[in-house]
């Protein structure tokens, strides 16, 4: 056990790995070539008015031509591994259910390029690509008929790359895809579905997740791992005593009810079930027990807390208070600079869950990363934020917190989502007309820490 506690305040444990991110709709574009059929991105994307600019992953940052060079700049890095996620509907195109061959080709190509240059390929299977197929046959993930057709891709994936990714994570953040996407309808489908439906929907998701896992171990060698990534919402005690402390862990399980909690206990909270009255999701036993699958490793996206928590006399045992008007964020508004956030994430799902591996499959910041004439990206707010929040993930390993890993998100300024190319977390700043790439200062930076394996 000592030999994981450092004692130090800088230095991680000396087999942790550090790493970048991608998602496929983000950066490969390609959008129609060889033989990828269209998902709810792409149509959600190319309609008039939903994207920041109408900006769409058409093109993207052509990561599916510029993947060799692309890796090159993750060598620059010295990082060691990479977390890119695969686009189903480039294997599964339609609804004959029939493999694209070019499609598995691309990332047969991805995988060995990346382990050949030394980098340990963490495939994610749903960045939340659905092939448009589904959602127009079943509804997307209102249809249970989606999760099974999940398990079927994810059996398919293992077999053809299980040979040398050796690490797979599920599905990506559930709440996001799910609550915007099926709920306010902003994110792809752009549905707003009421309540009860909405429970169906997560449940669905949840029970995809579980399909899978069970579809990836029956297709692959005992040495492949698997996990999901989620972001969990993460209560942080407001003042950080023993009583708030506790609060927030009891908090944690609520407010993860529906995702991390039912996949990590193979049960819904009450209060979660009492909450949809005379409607709640429909399920049996068994696909709790799916759910519920034993993992390998779970993967944490944090980029600030979601609730800021104190011990209150009251049924729950705690109270949300409100983020201030003047809490600072980034140059996206939802993203409250709270460095605590990336510490009380690993801890609460230790302490909670007992779990023994964690990977922290994203965090990062967005900045303004302005290039000056001579191409230069003084990016120090996000040397900043790095340099704080890494503070607190080695607090968190340095008490004994299992994180293996950290992904920091992006490799590269990429599409992001309703702000188009508008918002930018990358290391490396792209030039979307020619596709260059140019390296900020923070990229710099991150070189340091991989290197020297400490916060700098
Ligand atoms: C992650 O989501 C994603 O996994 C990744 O693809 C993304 O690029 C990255 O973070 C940076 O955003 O549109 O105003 O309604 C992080 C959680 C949830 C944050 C959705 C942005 C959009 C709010 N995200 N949220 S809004």
Same mark, same amino acid.
């Given at each position: 056990k000592s030999d994981h506690l450092i004692l130090d305040n800088t230095s991680f444990p000396a087999d942790f790995l550090w790493g970048t991110a991608t998602a496929a709709y983000q950066v490969?574009?390609?959008?129609?070539?060889?033989?990828r059929g269209l998902s709810i991105w792409d149509t959600f994307s190319h309609i008039?008015?939903?994207?920041k600019n109408n900006d769409?992953?058409?093109?993207?940052?052509d990561f599916y031509h510029r993947y060799k060079s692309d890796i090159q700049l993750m060598k620059d890095l010295n990082t060691k591994i990479f977390r890119f996620s695969i686009s189903w509907s480039r294997i599964?195109?339609?609804?004959?259910g029939k493999p694209n061959q070019k499609g598995i080709d691309f990332y047969n190509k991805l995988v060995d390029e990346l382990l050949a240059n030394g980098i340990q390929p963490f495939a994610t299977?749903?960045?939340?690509?659905?092939p448009q197929y589904l959602q127009d046959k079943y509804k997307g993930w209102e249809s249970k008929e989606t999760s099974k057709a999940f398990g079927d891709y994810a059996a398919y994936v293992a077999r053809n790359l299980g040979d040398r990714v050796k690490n797979f994570f599920t599905i990506n953040e559930f709440r996001t895809f799910i609550e915007?996407?099926?709920?306010?309808?902003?994110?792809?489908?752009g549905l707003k579905l009421p309540e009860e439906k909405l429970g169906q929907v997560r449940h669905n998701g949840v029970l995809a997740h579980g399909l899978a896992v069970q579809a990836i171990r029956a297709n692959s060698g005992a040495d492949v791992k698997v996990g999901l990534a989620d972001n969990l919402s993460i209560a942080v005690?407001? *003042?950080?005593n023993e009583k708030n402390i506790k609060a927030a862990k009891i908090a944690m399980r609520e407010i993860n009810a529906s995702y991390l909690t039912v996949i990590l206990e193979g049960k819904y909270t009450e209060n979660y079930l009492k909450s949809?009255?005379?409607?709640p999701p429909k399920f049996t036993e068994e696909e709790l027990k799916i759910i519920s699958s034993p993992l390998d490793f779970v993967g944490l996206n944090v980029y600030n807390p979601t609730h800021l928590i104190e011990a209150a006399d009251n049924k729950l045992g705690y109270e949300v208070i409100p983020f201030a008007k003047s809490f600072p964020t980034t140059?996206?508004?939802?993203?409250?600079?709270?460095?605590?956030a990336l510490y009380w994430a690993t801890k609460h799902v230790k302490d909670i869950w007992n779990v023994k591996e964690m990977y922290i499959t994203e965090n990062g910041s967005s900045s303004t990363d302005e290039r000056t004439a001579?191409?230069? *990206?003084?990016d120090t707010d996000r040397i900043s934020f790095l340099r704080n929040y890494l503070t607190q993930l080695q607090r968190a390993t340095s008490e004994g917190v299992p994180v293996k890993g950290y992904f920091y998100w992006s490799l590269m300024d990429n599409f992001?989502?309703?702000s188009g190319y508008s918002i930018t977390f990358g290391l490396y700043n792209v030039?979307?007309?020619?596709q260059k790439r140019f390296p900020k200062l923070s990229a710099e930076y991150y070189k340091e820490v991989a290197t020297n394996n400490k916060v700098m």
């Open positions: 490969e574009g390609a959008y129609k070539e060889d033989g008039k008015g939903n994207i769409t992953g058409d093109v993207a940052n599964f195109p339609d609804a004959t299977l749903y960045h939340w690509d659905l915007l996407g099926y709920g306010a309808g902003v994110f792809a489908p005690p407001v *003042i950080e949809f009255g005379k409607n140059t996206s508004k939802w993203e409250y600079i709270a460095p605590e001579d191409n230069k *990206i003084y992001e989502w309703t030039d979307f007309k020619t």
